[in-house]
Structure formats: structure tokens, C-alpha cells
């Protein structure tokens, strides 16, 4: 069964901007958190942003904060990252992650790997000089 599938990925410039898609086909978004990570060789994987599907809440990596957004589209079951001003270290492999939300749900850090059932297989970065 497929849950999350990336897509967007590329070469990008120093400065440039990028815009990737996960689309998670087979239920709404209404229940789910969807996250963004990214690893680089030899780097841990780093929370990135995230999206709660519900109401629209997001959060942000202070690596991103101010040049990425989050968002998404219900209709299409689809999350969008958008990065702008784009720096050296954002070239990585994206992924985005999903996890269920209840109400009764504590305070949950959504930048944290672990708290995600399910990964997309990732959309490659590659930064060009």
C-alpha cells in the first residue's frame, strides 16, 4: 500500500527556489500531520516543516524558517513545500511523513522523526554552483 508519494525534486541554484508535492492518495488529509524532512550523506535527518491537515497549523525548522512554506490542498490530498532563497545546505533528500492526529493528543513535537508511521520514498535536491 502507497501512502506518500514525492514528487518536485531537482537541481537547484543558490538562490533559487524549489516546490515539492506529497500527495497521500488514498485517505484525507483531515485526520493526518504531514511532515517534511531532509537527509544529507552523512547527516541525521533533519524535521524540516510540517502541516496539520485539520486546521491548517504549520511549523518550521529555524534552518527554513522565513524562506519555506507549507502548505496544502485537501481536494487534491496533496502537501506543497516551497523554498526560496535557497542555500548550499538545502540540497538533500526530501521526504515527507504522516501520522494520524486525535484530539486527545498531547503536546507532540511534529519536527521529530519519530513521531511518524509512514514515509514517502523521498524526491532528491542537488544543488548546482
Known amino acids: 500500500q502507497v501512502h506518500l508519494v514525492e514528487s518536485g525534486g531537482g537541481l537547484v541554484q543558490p538562490g533559487g527556489s524549489l516546490r515539492l508535492s506529497c500527495v497521500k492518495p488514498d485517505f484525507t488529509l483531515d485526520m493526518y500531520v504531514i511532515g517534511w524532512f531532509r537527509q544529507s550523506p552523512g547527516k541525521e535527518r533533519e524535521g524540516v516543516s510540517w502541516?496539520?491537515?485539520?486546521?491548517?497549523?504549520?511549523g518550521y525548522a529555524d534552518s527554513v524558517k522565513g524562506r519555506f512554506t507549507v502548505s496544502k490542498d485537501n481536494a487534491k490530498n496533496t502537501v506543497y513545500l516551497q523554498g526560496n532563497s535557497l542555500k548550499p545546505g538545502d540540497a538533500a533528500i526530501y521526504y515527507c511523513?504522516?501520522?494520524?492526529?486525535?484530539?486527545?493528543?498531547?503536546?507532540?513535537?511534529?519536527?521529530?522523526?519519530?513521531?511518524?508511521?509512514?514515509w514517502g520514498q523521498g524526491t532528491q535536491v542537488a544543488g548546482s554552483s
Open positions: 502541516i496539520r491537515g485539520r486546521d491548517g497549523k504549520t
Open positions: 511523513a504522516e501520522d494520524v492526529v486525535y484530539d486527545s493528543d498531547g503536546e507532540r513535537d511534529f519536527l521529530a522523526a519519530n513521531e511518524y508511521d509512514y
